[in-house]
């Protein structure tokens, strides 16, 4: 049955009246985070921390059985380590952050503070990769990088975030290909398996893709008003970086070849991406997967006899299963569900008196309110079946938005008109003149070329900005 669909948590934005509001109020409320006296770096607090544990936890089992070792690399780079690779320091230059000074003293060559790490990562491997015998190399670390964010948001954009970010070396170009949409592959199905959240998938343009890279390929989720996010990138490198740092192997001939590269990541972003793709206007709404608490535990009547051993017992049978929270505290039952409610635990279990009789529980869905009598008998099996039905609700849900705000623009003045009336991705032709990109956004006010896609049926044979013929269908967007 269907529970009353009123709003139970008033101190939340409604999304519709103002989303960036929404969001904010969504994650201060949920207890996801708060500010810091440093401009743009936010503290995680625990419940926060608590869903990046998980996505770390489930990714780093994927990059494990995909044979990736774990490492880790120094937070500084120096100066003249960062300068060897032209294109990928001009890349970064606007965002990098500097130490000077060590102590009481100057220091005689400035350290930037890692924005990412593909210079230590191409230092350490000239150290040690010598043969074709020390290849490949597939290594991943988790960390803290710095980029110095003009706006910031939190989850979003920070001045400092945590991310994992892969660095691999091949001795072959096919090899480092492969690698490269391998970690794309494994990312898109981590959004689909674990975040449920579906994604446009394909090539970053020339102007788009990440500096130093030959090829960028991107993962790009839709949020619940239109608007593009970066989910996570893949990039092939060719043999440029360790031709800048000389890295160099014997091959299987007895020859010195440079060996191919790529790097690849995903950061706390993914938790803004779950906030908005899957939140409501009372607040969270988690995938499964990745809730600290999957099942809420709460007595009703609380006070009468039998009821808070019956909820212990319900607990203690269920935590070898599930990540459960007993919720024994005397606020009100009301003020529990609202709360477990705008944090977005996906199952509430709640059991009184008359429960116990019939032994029975109530069993409510976070995704759709949705309440059932469950026989105390089979309550493992049927948590189990909902968990899933949530994370299949909540996929759903977030791929009809992305169809339904996924538009096809023949020409022009289509495309103008879309992106004025209609939020969300334009599936347009695109000559391959990087003027075109540039007037496209101008004209919007910020909707760029999110990829190249895979799947990229051309719409018609011309480019919707200028009307020469067209070489690539794009999908474009605004994006956070």
């Given at each position: ?72 690399m120094p937070m500084f780079i120096p100066e003249s380590l960062l300068q060897k690779e ?395």
């Amino acid at each position: 049955m269907m529970a009353d669909q009123k709003k139970m948590v008033t101190e939340i934005t409604a999304m519709d009246t103002d989303f960036a509001k929404w969001y904010t109020d969504v994650v201060k409320k949920a207890e996801l985070v708060d500010y810091s006296s440093v401009k743009g770096c936010m503290v995680i607090r625990p419940y926060g921390y608590a869903i990046w544990e998980n996505i770390q936890k489930d990714l780093d089992a994927r990059f494990k059985e995909l044979g990736h070792e774990n490492v880790y690399m120094p937070m500084f780079i120096p100066e003249s380590l960062l300068q060897k690779e032209k294109d990928h320091v001009e890349g970064f230059a606007p965002e990098v952050a500097w130490v000077t000074q060590g102590g009481a003293n100057k220091l005689t060559e400035r350290l930037c503070v890692r924005p990412t790490s593909e210079t230590l990562f191409c230092e350490h491997y000239k150290n040690i990769i010598h043969s074709y015998r020390d290849l490949p190399k597939l290594y991943n670390q988790w960390c803290n990088v710095v980029r110095w964010e003009k706006t910031t948001r939190p989850f979003l954009r920070t001045s400092e975030f945590l991310w994992q970010e892969g660095h691999t070396m091949h001795e072959t170009e096919e090899e480092a290909r492969e690698e490269t949409l391998r970690m794309l592959k494994c990312y898109t199905d981590f959004y689909r398996e674990t975040l449920a959240i579906p994604a446009v998938t394909g090539r970053k343009t020339e102007k788009e893709k990440f500096a130093g890279a030959l090829e960028t390929y991107t993962v790009e989720p839709m949020m619940h008003n239109g608007v593009a996010l970066q989910g996570g990138t893949s990039h092939y490198f060719g043999d440029g970086f360790a031709r800048a740092f000389d890295i160099t192997y014997v091959d299987r001939s007895n020859k010195l070849q440079y060996p191919f590269q790529t790097s690849w990541g995903v950061s706390t972003r993914m938790i803004g991406a779950i906030i908005m793709t899957h939140g409501d206007d009372n607040g969270l709404v988690l995938p499964p997967k990745v809730a600290p608490i999957q099942v809420a535990v709460i007595p009703i009547a609380m006070h009468k006899e039998g009821v808070l051993e019956k909820a212990r017992e319900l607990c203690g049978r269920l935590k070898g299963l599930f990540r459960v929270k007993l919720d024994d505290s005397d606020n009100s039952p009301g003020w529990k569900f609202s709360e477990y409610e705008m944090k977005g635990v996906p199952v509430r279990l709640e059991i009184g008196p008359k429960d116990i009789e019939q032994n029975q529980c109530v069993l409510v869905r976070r995704d759709n309110r949705e309440k059932n009598f469950v026989s105390l008998d089979n309550l493992e099996q049927e948590i189990t079946r909902v968990l899933e039905a949530v994370h299949q609700g909540l996929y759903e849900r977030a791929l009809a938005n992305l169809e339904g705000k996924t538009y096809t623009a023949r020409d022009h003045e289509e495309f103008l008109d879309i992106a004025e009336n209609k939020p969300g991705f334009i599936r347009a032709m695109w000559c391959g003149d990087e003027a075109c990109e540039t007037r496209l956004k101008e004209e919007t006010g910020g909707v760029k070329s999110r990829c190249i896609p895979f799947d990229g049926e051309p719409v018609s044979d011309v480019c919707a900005c200028c009307g020469k013929p067209a070489k690539h269908l794009v999908v474009w967007g605004k994006q956070y």
